[in-house]
């Protein structure tokens, strides 16, 4: 099995000056926002942290590919870094300190690209969340002071915890009867929202959670960190890994009725 602590450790040091640069202009007066095309925000901090990881990654893995949200994709290859340089831009801008970096490495192999490390920063929480294929997921300040991570073994669903980001898009594909169905016959619903449920999936302080729509850049980094813990990460149609365009990610032994209830169209 190849051994990914390399690019784990390389992973480290894009996001510790990722953070800088985020955690600098976090509050700013005068930070600039604009909208893209699909009406979502986009910052000065974002395109700032892209261009940093990206320019780091020219010089220390140029034959790799890399994929941004902010710039698409670039070289080819059977190794490709998957970038979102602030998942939460929303909270960014307007302050709220959950937001986060989101490094990820994937590879090809039999079943496509698949991610094989995976960071997730956040500096305004004062936490980070890390994975590498076959090395488990940790979390804690550095890879020196790091405590490993595990799901929980909740097996009820009505002793369970879910996590969610909004309502509005389980609406608009008309999964709404579904989800409602699921926050009523479990014991705790929180909308955390973005990246946090999943770590927390991670940690084994909530047991599931899933969001409707998503991009690779969302999920890359998150789904390694949830299954290197000894979870589950599928798109809502059971296909493992995040490909799907959307995500549900659970302690395992939730995810059947995790799916089930979501797949409930009626």
């Known amino acids: 099995m190849a051994d990914y602590l390399d690019d784990l450790r390389l992973a480290h040091v894009l996001a510790d000056a990722a953070d800088a640069g985020t955690m600098d ?40 590919a890399v994929l941004g949200e902010e710039y698409g994709v670039e070289g080819t290859g059977p190794r490709r870094w998957v970038i979102d340089p602030i998942d939460g831009t929303k909270n960014y801008v307007r302050g709220v300190p959950v937001w986060a970096t989101l490094i990820s490495l994937m590879e090809a192999g039999e079943s496509g690209f698949q991610p094989v ?40 669903l009505s002793d369970a915890s879910f996590a969610y980001s909004s309502l ?16 009523r016959a479990v014991w705790r619903t929180r909308a ?26 969302d999920m890359a980094a998150t789904a390694i960190v949830v299954t290197e813990a000894g979870g589950v990460f599928t798109g809502l149609d059971g296909r493992p890994g995040p ?8 302690n395992g032994l939730l995810h059947d009725h995790l799916l089930d209830h979501l797949n409930q169209r009626y």
Not at 168 to 183: A, I, K, P, V
Request: some cysteine.
């Open 25 to 64: 202009r976090f509050k700013a007066l005068d930070l600039k926002v604009e909208t893209k095309p699909d009406m979502t925000p986009v910052s000065e901090a974002d395109k700032a942290a892209e261009e940093l990881i990206r320019g780091q990654l020219q010089r220390a893995r140029p034959r790799d």
């Open 117 to 156: 490390v995976g960071v997730v920063s956040a500096p305004a929480l004062g936490r980070r969340w890390w994975a590498a294929k076959g090395h488990g997921a940790y979390s804690g300040r550095s890879l020196s002071a790091a405590t490993r991570l595990h799901v929980s073994r909740v097996s009820e």
């Open 168 to 183: 509005g898009g389980w609406e608009e594909r008309g999964r709404l009867n579904g989800f409602l169905d699921l926050t």
């Open 192 to 217: 955390y929202g973005d990246f946090w449920p999943y770590m927390m999936v991670a940690e084994g302080s909530i047991d599931m959670c899933a969001e409707p729509e998503l991009s690779l850049w």
């Open 243 to 250: 490909h799907s365009g959307n995500a549900a990610a659970s």
